[in-house]
């Protein structure tokens, strides 16, 4: 029986569970999807208790996206990003990738949004925010700038990317996406976002890593204000599609991604 989970220290109401037993059920396999949560001061016992215990991959979240780093073999991405989100067991070793990113390039995609030249504007430089800096840069985002409360993180975020530009959450700089990687609006303390609308109406589109609500305030603003939306619920179905084919080392059908979409939006 293929053992799979998510570690984190506080993981509440995850989809996860879901989205990958969906997928083991299309592919005709058996195997587990376990929550996991682990105290910080644990954090070095991690890998060898999934060592230990036969998992074959575990996803991970706060705080563990980079306090693991020292335990893993990380492939290039998440050299680049500084941050995991994905282990595999193999040979032995834990090897470690950023599916994350991965996510960030499908809901654009998906929502036909195009990267390659645009002017993005980042709301937050969380561990979130990384992955998501990695993704434009990749597609060939022409000018990518963090809006934050807390310039001190931007700041590091900024000598990991050089080419970034910092400002605060009242004065955005305007340009085609602002995307929203605070957990600003997320179910319970829904109704409120990061910034005004006279800030939202200076881009074209909007996009929220948050997915629950699948509208959050934010997205609300957006719409009523013109712009295209898109829900943070397709970056949580990308990223974890391509963790399903690390782990399998195998290809996913990309209508099975759809169907998980769709069953979910509906649930919400
Ligand atoms: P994180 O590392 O804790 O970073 C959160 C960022 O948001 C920090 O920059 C923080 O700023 C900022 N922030 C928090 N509250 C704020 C507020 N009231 N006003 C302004 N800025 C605020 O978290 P993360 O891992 O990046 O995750 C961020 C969000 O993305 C979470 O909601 C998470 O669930 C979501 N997420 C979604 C997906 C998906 O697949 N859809 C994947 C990953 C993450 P300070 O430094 O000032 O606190």
Known sequence: MMKLGLIGKKLGHSLSPEIHGFLLKKQKLEGTYELLEVPEEETDQVIPEMIKNHYLGLNV?????????????PDEDVKKIGALNTLKYAGDKVYAYNTDYVGVLYMFERAKVSLLGAKVTLLGAGGAAKAAVYAFEKAGAEKITLAVRNQEKAKLLQKHFPEIEVCGLEELPGGDILFNTTPVGMYPAVGVSAVNVDNISRYRVAADMVYNPLETEFLRLAKEAGLQTVSGLSMLVGQAVKAEEIWLDTTIESEWGEEIIKFLEKRF
């Open 61 to 73: 979240t706060i705080p563990y996206k980079e306090t693991l780093l020292p335990y893993v073999v």
